[in-house]
């Protein structure tokens, strides 16, 4: 029999009941595959790596269905959920790091005799809590707001709409009724207090009646979407309008123009094998597609958004909140970012790209469907 842990060892080494892991058994979440001879429960390797994992997310406070879900997606496999579980951790350390920060700033004041105002008090757990940790969070994926502009603009005078791979809010446009889909546990857990209802669903079945919203949207997300064309075609069905925000993978112009792709990740382009043609896509919705040029200070930080802050891109958080770095794996990830690091030490990036100082916004591939 491979190397196995008994149920009261492996209680033991993760600090949990045995009645917990007992539970975990009969709800199928954490199953032993074997037994010892003695007929106990045995905990191979493959086991107790999912337990890690379990236990990971419920220290984060997930529910055990979120969990099962989440231990289940057959599309994430053990690295990905380490780093998850990584990027998860640290925004809490930041957040709790952000609050002290906050009670210190509040006691100070109190100390000196000075009252803070309710807006004040509120600021540690509100959203403003990022602007506390201020600089640390380069990171961040949030509301661009030239783009977010092109978006609404495009949305025309929709009043429902339903956006779709919502992930944590992003570009939701205010005052209109929104409906959310994300199909990800992790993103929807994310999603401030106050953010529109949000359905647990996918773009490619949407449980929703044909043309029930007057506009469907999609920023960033038709690409995590394994069949794509038949998502967008959902959009059509479900909504009169449709605006998306993706980019064009047929043009390789831009791919080669993009130092980052060009000169240190040549791998991004293996991830774009099998990528439908803009064409195609533009096809799914019935409408045309609009460039999008990327403002040199982007403040959304998807891939293409530091092209002209190429420190960026050392900063592990930056990298962490972008799916391509994780789906190229780490060894290409490694590799880039040490030429990258060199390169800039040197000044070798600088004078190769000495063409880009000068540029407010860059044409990157990214484009605007309209339907
Ligand atoms: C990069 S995030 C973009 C989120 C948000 N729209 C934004 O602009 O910040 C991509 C999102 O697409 C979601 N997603 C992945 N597969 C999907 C699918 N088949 N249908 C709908 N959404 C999907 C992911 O869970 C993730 O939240």
């Given at each position: 029999m491979e190397?196995?842990?008994t149920v009261?060892r492996?209680a033991?080494?993760?600090?949990?009941?045995?009645?917990?892991l007992?539970?975990y058994?009969?709800i199928g979440?954490?199953?032993p595959?074997?037994?010892?001879?003695?007929g106990?429960r045995?905990?191979?390797?493959g086991?107790?790596?999912?337990?890690?994992?379990?236990l990971?997310?419920?220290?984060?406070?997930f529910?055990?269905r979120e969990i099962?879900?989440?231990?289940?997606?057959?599309?994430t496999?053990a690295v990905a959920?380490?780093h998850r579980?990584?990027?998860?951790?640290l925004?809490?350390?930041d957040r709790?790091a952000?609050m002290?920060t906050?009670i210190d700033?509040?006691l100070?004041?109190?100390?000196?005799?000075?009252?803070t105002?309710p807006e004040e008090q509120?600021t540690?757990f509100?959203?403003?809590l990022y602007?506390v940790?201020?600089s640390?969070y380069p990171?961040?994926r949030r509301?661009?707001?030239?783009i977010?502009?092109?978006?609404?603009?495009a949305?025309?005078?929709a009043?429902t709409?339903l956006?779709?791979g919502?992930?944590t809010g992003?570009?939701?446009?205010?005052?209109?009724?929104?409906?959310a889909?994300e199909p990800?546990?992790?993103?929807?857990?994310q999603?401030?207090?106050?953010?529109?209802?949000?359905?647990a669903a996918?773009?490619?079945?949407?449980p929703?009646e044909d043309?029930?919203f007057?506009a469907a949207?999609a920023?960033s997300?038709?690409?995590?979407?394994?069949d794509?064309?038949a998502?967008?075609r959902?959009l059509?069905?479900?909504?009169r309008?449709v605006?998306?925000?993706?980019?064009?993978?047929?043009s390789?112009?831009?791919?080669?123009?993009?130092w980052?792709t060009?000169?240190y990740?040549?791998e991004?382009?293996g991830?774009?094998?099998?990528?439908?043609?803009l064409?195609?896509?533009t096809q799914a919705?019935?409408?045309h597609?609009e460039?999008?040029?990327?403002?040199w200070?982007?403040s959304?930080?998807?891939?293409?958004a530091?092209?002209?802050?190429?420190?960026?891109y050392?900063?592990e958080r930056?990298?962490?909140?972008?799916s391509v770095?994780?789906?190229v794996?780490?060894?290409?990830?490694?590799r880039a970012?040490?030429?990258?690091?060199?390169?800039?030490?040197s000044?070798?990036w600088?004078?190769?790209n000495?063409d880009?100082v000068?540029l407010?916004a860059?044409?990157?591939g990214?484009?605007?469907?309209v339907?």
């Open positions: 190397e196995h842990l009261g492996v033991e080494l993760a600090g949990v009941s045995v009645r917990t007992h539970h058994d009969e979440l954490v199953r595959s074997a037994r010892t001879a003695a106990y045995a905990y191979l390797a086991d107790v790596r999912r337990l890690r994992e379990v990971g997310y419920r220290r984060l406070g529910g055990l099962a879900a989440l231990v289940d997606d057959p599309t496999d959920h380490l579980l990584r990027g998860l951790l925004e809490r350390r709790a952000a002290v906050a700033r509040e100070e004041a109190r100390a000196m005799g000075i009252e105002t509120l540690m509100g959203a403003q602007e940790i201020g640390a990171a961040t509301t661009e707001p030239r977010a502009e092109r978006i609404w603009a949305l025309g005078d009043r709409v956006d779709v919502a992930g992003s570009y939701e446009p205010p005052g209109r009724d929104v409906t889909v990800s546990a992790v993103m929807r857990a999603r401030p207090a106050g953010a529109a209802p949000c359905v996918s773009a490619e079945s949407l929703f043309l029930s007057d949207m920023v997300t038709v690409h995590h979407w394994p794509p064309v998502g967008l959902e059509r069905r479900v909504a309008r605006v998306v925000f993706t980019y064009d993978a047929s390789t112009g831009w791919r080669e123009r993009f980052l060009r000169d990740l040549p991004f382009a991830l774009l094998a099998g990528w439908p043609a064409a195609d896509l919705v019935g409408g597609a460039p999008v040029l990327v403002p200070d982007c959304d930080g998807f891939f293409e530091y092209w002209r802050r190429p420190e960026a050392l900063d930056v990298r962490r909140a972008v770095w994780t789906r794996g780490p060894d290409a990830e490694r970012v040490t030429s990258l690091r060199a390169d800039l030490a000044g070798r600088a004078e190769r000495r880009l000068d407010d860059a044409e990157l990214l484009r605007l469907l339907a």
